[in-house]
């Protein structure tokens, strides 16, 4: 089975500062995909990026970027010129291509950052 | 842009009382999941459902749960006897298998 690994389980930074989340997952899989979520207050899931395994560069959105380390099965979430809006519970995702039908996403416990004025 | 919603946003029952989450996946998706998030703690799935069964569950969902389809759009989780220990986010989530899973906002479901 898949894991997925956050060791921080808070964080904060200041607004308008840098700051990364790390994820570490264990897998033989070769292809896959992942993910993170972000969970306001509102707790509605939001996809905030994703990674396809195959590509060795890093996705970026916007403020978001990933450093994504293949081989040391590393996935880290780097946000930039942090917003208020910003604060939010983050999951760290894995997901495997399935054609059946089963479980193929994992996640992690989470990292609650805080964005400080 | 497609969404997947699910109903009601929050349900209050007592125990031992019958409940029905439902959800509405994105339409031209075929993969659907439930899976659930206790206040603060890490989220848990649930079951996955492919081809009008289910392919997968966790050792969560025991005899209690039950999910269906059952006409073509809506995906429902039916828990039967309610316990104190149920009470978390429900989430419902879809995708075609080889993307991201798009998630619902979610229900909060409270067992008094």
């Known amino acids: 089975a898949q894991t997925v690994t956050q060791s921080q389980p808070e964080m904060s930074v200041q607004e308008a500062e840098t700051v990364t989340l790390s994820c570490t997952y264990d897998t033989s899989e070769n292809n896959y995909y992942l993910f993170w979520y972000k969970q306001p207050p509102s707790r509605q899931m939001i996809l905030v990026i994703r990674q396809e395994a195959y590509k060795q560069q890093n996705a970026t959105e916007n403020r978001f970027s990933v450093n994504f380390q293949k081989a040391a099965k590393s996935f880290s979430l780097k946000i930039s010129d942090s917003q208020l809006g910003d604060t939010a519970m983050y999951f760290c995702?894995?997901?495997?291509?399935?054609?059946?039908?089963?479980?193929?996403?994992?996640f992690g416990t989470g990292t609650r950052l805080t964005v400080i004025p | 842009e497609p969404e997947v919603t699910q109903t009601p946003s929050h349900q209050v029952t007592q125990m031992g009382q019958e409940v029905i989450l439902r959800c509405v996946p994105i339409s031209n998706h075929l993969y659907f999941y439930w899976y659930r998030q206790i206040l603060g703690q890490k989220v848990e799935f649930l079951v996955s459902?492919?081809?009008?069964?289910?392919?997968?569950k966790s050792e969560i969902f025991d005899d209690q749960f039950s999910v269906e389809r059952p006409d073509g759009s809506n995906f429902t989780l039916k828990i039967r006897s309610t316990k104190l220990e149920d009470s978390a986010m429900y989430f419902c989530?879809?995708?075609?298998?080889?993307?991201?899973?798009?998630f619902g906002q979610g229900t909060r479901l409270t067992v008094v």
């Open positions: 989530a879809s995708c075609t298998g080889n993307t991201e899973a798009f």
């Open positions: 995702a894995f997901m495997k291509p399935d054609q059946t039908g089963a479980n193929n996403l994992f």
């Open positions: 459902f492919y081809n009008n069964e289910i392919s997968e």
